[in-house]
């Protein structure tokens, strides 16, 4: 009898518990961005319609309220800068173009079509050798 216990209770230390149930992957967390990326979204879209619509002076307000948000974004400078350029303000499309630049790093796209902006402002105010030059820059850069 003793023997039975002993190899019952050694029996049983051997044994393995049952594998627990695979528990389910938790959803992955959805990233919601910054309410300022939101805001930005809106103020982009507002000033695409106004400028599509003629109303370029709110146009340019809503970019500039939105460059207050964002003041490192080279996409809003840039479409600042189409908007002067569409008003006729060609030496602030201009230099606004040039502040996207600074901001674009190594988004060339960007960067060449600010320079193509600036060729257009250049050409504007008669200045063809600068013109030249800016396409010559927006050239290299696409390459």
């Known amino acids: 009898m003793r023997l039975l216990l002993v190899l019952t209770i050694l029996l049983a230390s051997c044994a393995t518990p049952p594998a627990p149930e695979p528990q389910p992957e938790p959803p992955p967390p959805t990233v919601v961005p910054p309410k300022e990326n939101i805001a930005i979204a809106g103020l982009m879209e507002t000033a695409r319609t106004e400028a599509a619509a003629g109303n370029l002076a709110s146009a340019a307000a809503s970019l500039e309220r939105a460059l ?53 402002s250049r050409r504007a105010r008669g200045d063809d050798e600068g013109a030249r030059a800016a396409e010559e820059a927006a050239g290299r850069i696409a390459q």
Request: aromatic share 8%; proline share 4%; no cysteine.
């Open 68 to 120: 207050r948000i964002e003041p490192r974004n080279p996409r809003l400078w840039h479409e600042l800068a189409r908007v002067r350029l569409k008003q006729g303000q060609f030496a602030q499309a201009e230099n606004v173009a040039a502040r996207s630049n600074s901001w674009a790093g190594d988004d060339k796209a960007l960067r060449a079509e600010n320079w193509r902006l600036i060729a257009e």
